[in-house]
């Protein structure tokens, strides 16, 4: 997630980051519960429309993010019509008959719609994880949400050695460059490179963890009750009107789905 967030400017950055879960989550509880592929269709298209305007995040970084998913969704929505059990289906009419092999028109459906449901899920929780520093989501959790500061900051602390491990990777694979090891290969040449890597990095992180639990012994990390923070974290009205404003158009949007006959019955409510 850390290394997702993008730290640039916008409004959906200065907002607090537990005002975007309280807006987000119902409405990707709401997508996960659809079982046709137009009103995930829509908030697919809401979710790309808020990452690329409010959210300022550039084409090229969502780009990157996104089209691996996106090739796999669409590998699993062109295969998921041959590989389902025909009985399912057979009552559907016929979309394409290849020789032995056909395909119902109800499975290509069904198929598009898993696909963009989970796409859309996927897209609407990067509006949060694109605008909103790890740091201080859990910051906010701590002090708004009463979650227990010793788990919180010790999730904080956990995170941040993901970029330690990383710049580490780089300057030991900078060095064994250097040194002219060679990385091409077969399997043997792949595990002792693996092997190369992994026994410093593991050292490393040893050696940074025993550092990090120093400090905080050091500062008498959990032996009160409560503490006292730098950075405060409280609801203004701008959080208040972000989530209105979006719940507000994603019921518009939900409404004109179903006035439209695309708001079909949700997956709780279809055997009812």
Known sequence: ????????????HRLNPLSKVLALVPIVLFVALTTDPWVPLVF??????????????SLRTFGRINVPLFLAMVSFMVTYPFLVRAELFNHSPVFLQLG????????????????????????LSLIFTFTTDISDFIRA????????YKLGYGVLAAFRFVPMLQSEFRLIQAAHKIRGIEDRGGLRVQYERLRR??????A????????????????AFGVLARRSY???????GRDYLFIASFWLLCLLLIGICWYA????????????
């Open 1 to 12: 997630m850390q290394m997702i967030y993008q730290e640039v400017d916008s409004p959906l």
């Open 197 to 202: 890597y992994i026994i410093p990095l593991l």
């Open 100 to 123: 032995p092999i056909t395909v119902y028109q109800a499975a290509v459906v069904s198929g598009a719609a898993a696909v963009l449901r989970v796409y859309a899920m996927f897209l």
């Open 141 to 148: 959790l701590v002090q708004q949400w009463k979650f227990p």
């Open 261 to 272: 006959g695309w708001l079909g019955p949700l997956s709780l409510l279809k055997n009812l």
């Open 230 to 236: 730098f950075k405060q974290f409280r609801f203004h």
């Open 204 to 219: 490393t992180a040893i050696r940074r963890a025993e550092r990090t639990a120093l400090a905080m012994d050091g500062r």
């Open 44 to 57: 697919l298209v809401l979710a790309v429309v808020i990452i690329l305007g409010p959210a300022r995040v």
